[in-house]
């Protein structure tokens, strides 16, 4: 096996972790983004997250690890649509936030 080879192995082996921790985070989020909507008794829409931003992030440890932003739409009457974010630190809840009607706000920041 040459250089290329190895490379190209290596490549696609990235690339299919990268895929497949993806759609484990993206789980999590519409996990996170559901049960925050059934407590504030409130429908989340099309029952899924939309991936917005994917950067980097430290977590306490010291470590760098993935942190992705989902956004995701709710509604408390059925006609119309309001906004969350949830953004997920490696497998966890790093910042939470839901526009709910009445000037009623939920913000949850982590320190991980």
Do not use: N
């Not at 690339?15 to 909507?37: H, N, P, Y």
């Not at 899924?48 to 509604?75: H, Q």
């Amino acid at each position: 096996m040459d250089f290329i080879d190895a490379s190209a192995t290596l490549l696609f082996l990235g690339l299919g972790w990268f895929w497949w921790d993806s759609l484990k985070v993206r789980e999590q989020a519409i996990k996170l983004a559901w049960q925050a909507c059934q407590g504030a008794q409130v429908q989340l829409l099309d029952h899924t997250v939309a991936l917005k931003k994917i950067w980097f992030g430290r977590k306490r440890s010291g470590r760098i690890a993935l942190l992705r932003s989902y956004e995701f739409e709710f509604s408390s009457t059925g006609t119309e649509r309001r906004k969350g974010l949830v953004v997920v630190l490696g497998m966890a809840q790093q910042y939470f936030s839901m526009d709910l009607p009445q000037s009623r706000t939920i913000t949850v920041d982590r320190d991980v």
